[in-house]
């Protein structure tokens, strides 16, 4: 199993930028499908962006495309999500997840992941 902790998060007006960070434990980081997801007060939690073993293959959330971008960097067992354009919308906890199955780079759903990190918020002020 791995072990994750999400950093980054913090206070923004909207149009800016974050980038949050995922650092996992272990020796096999490579091996895992990594993702991220968020949750509002109120709301289901839902899924942003995910991505392959390798880094080759990304799913993004429609709600995100083209303002979100998931990278990982193998070598240092991080994973990062870079968030631009940023929306009070976007205001949530954000955790980082992880899971042994291969991406959907159609639909990501929270079930599938079985590592969890504590989160980290991210508030967009108007």
């Known amino acids: 199993q791995v072990q994750l902790v999400e950093s980054g998060g913090g206070l923004v007006q909207a149009g800016g930028s974050l980038r949050l960070s995922c650092a996992a434990s272990?020796?096999?980081?490579?091996?895992?499908?990594m993702g991220w997801f968020r949750q509002a007060p109120g709301k289901e939690r839902e899924s942003v962006a995910g991505?392959?073993?390798?880094?080759?293959?990304?799913f993004v959330a429609d709600s995100v495309k083209g303002r979100f971008t998931i990278s990982r960097d193998n070598a240092k067992n991080m994973v990062y999500l870079q968030m631009n354009s940023l929306k009070p919308e976007d205001t949530a906890l954000y955790y980082c997840?992880?899971?042994?199955?291969?991406?959907?780079?159609?639909?990501?759903?929270?079930?599938?992941?079985?590592?969890w990190g504590q989160g980290t918020q991210v508030t967009v002020s108007s």
């Open positions: 997840a992880a899971k042994r199955s291969a991406l959907n780079r159609r639909t990501s759903a929270a079930s599938e992941y079985d590592y």
């Open positions: 991505i392959n073993w390798s880094g080759g293959s990304t």
């Open positions: 272990g020796r096999t980081f490579g091996l895992y499908t």
